[in-house]
C-alpha cells in the first residue's frame, strides 16, 4: 500500500511517523515546530536554532549544526515497551565534524533500562552504532560516507531476522540475533528523557549536517518496500 506525498508513493502500511521538511503540512518556514504527516497531533520541537532550508536540488531540509541542535516531539511514540519490529527511515547528509565525535540521528530513550532505539555514525564516517534490542551494535560501511551528499539510511528489526542496516537500498550488515523487545516505558520531558531526538544520540552527540525526512514504521519493511521508498523520493536528493 502507497500514498502519495508527492507525484510517487511511499510505504503506508504500518506507518506510524512521518515528518518532511519539504510538506507544507509537515513544517512551515519559520515555525518552531514540525509535525508528523500520520497524525499532526504529534509535533517535533526546532531546539537550539534547528536550520530550515532549500538545497542545490530543491530539497528542503533541516539543519543541525553539530553542538546542541535536535527536533523533539511532544509526546510518546509508537515505539512501544514490548514491541519487537520497527523501521527507521532517514534521508540525511553530513557537512562536518560533530563537537562531541559522532553524528547522532535519532535517539529514544527507555526509563529505567539500557534498551532505546537511537543511531549513531562515527566522525570519520565508516561505521554505524545502533541500539534497538541489544546494546553497542556497530557494522562498517562498505565505503565511507562522502561529505554534503545525500544517503537514505534504513534500520529495519523484526523478531525473526533481528535487525539490518541499509544505506541507498543497498543492505550493509546487521544482527540475525538482535531479536528481543522493545523494553521500558517511553516518556516525554526534557532531555535527556526524550521519546524522540531526531538529530541526536544522548546528550553527547549531536548530528553536523542535514535531515530532510523521517519515517517511522511499526513493522519491518520488506527489501521491496525499502526500494519503493527510496525510488518515491530519491530523485529529491540524487
Known sequence: MGVSYSYKSIVTDGLVFYIDAANPRSYVSGSLNSYSLINSTI??????????????????????????????????????????????????????????????LIDTL??????????????????????????????????????????????????????KIYINNEYEGGDASDTGVIEGTFAGGTWPNTVFGVGAYNPTYFLNGNIANIQCYNKALTSQEIQQNYNALKDRFI
Not at 534547528?50 to 542545490?56: D, E, M, Q
Not at 537511537?118 to 560516507?145: C, H
Request: hydrophobic fraction near 30%; avoid cysteine; charged fraction near 15%.
Open 43 to 104: 509535533s517535533g520541537s526546532l531546539i537550539n536554532d534547528v536550520r530550515f532550508g532549500s538545497g542545490s536540488q530543491g530539497s528542503f531540509e533541516f539543519g543541525f549544526d553539530g553542538v546542541d541542535d535536535y527536533i523533539q516531539t511532544n509526546t510518546r511514540m509508537p515505539l512501544t515497551s514490548g514491541q519487537t519490529d520497527i523501521t527507521l527511515n532517514f534521508w540525511f547528509k553530513i557537512v562536518g565534524n560533530s563537537a562531541g565525535g559522532n553524528h547522532g
Open 110 to 163: 527507555a526509563i529505567n533500562t539500557p534498551r532505546r532505539s537511537r543511531i549513531l555514525i562515527n566522525d570519520g564516517r565508516t561505521s554505524i552504532r545502533y541500539d534497538v534490542a541489544a546494546n553497542d551494535l556497530t557494522i562498517t560501511l562498505t565505503s565511507t560516507l562522502s561529505l554534503y551528499t545525500w544517503y537514505y539510511l534504513t534500520l529495519t528489526k523484526d523478531s525473526v531476522n533481528g535487525s
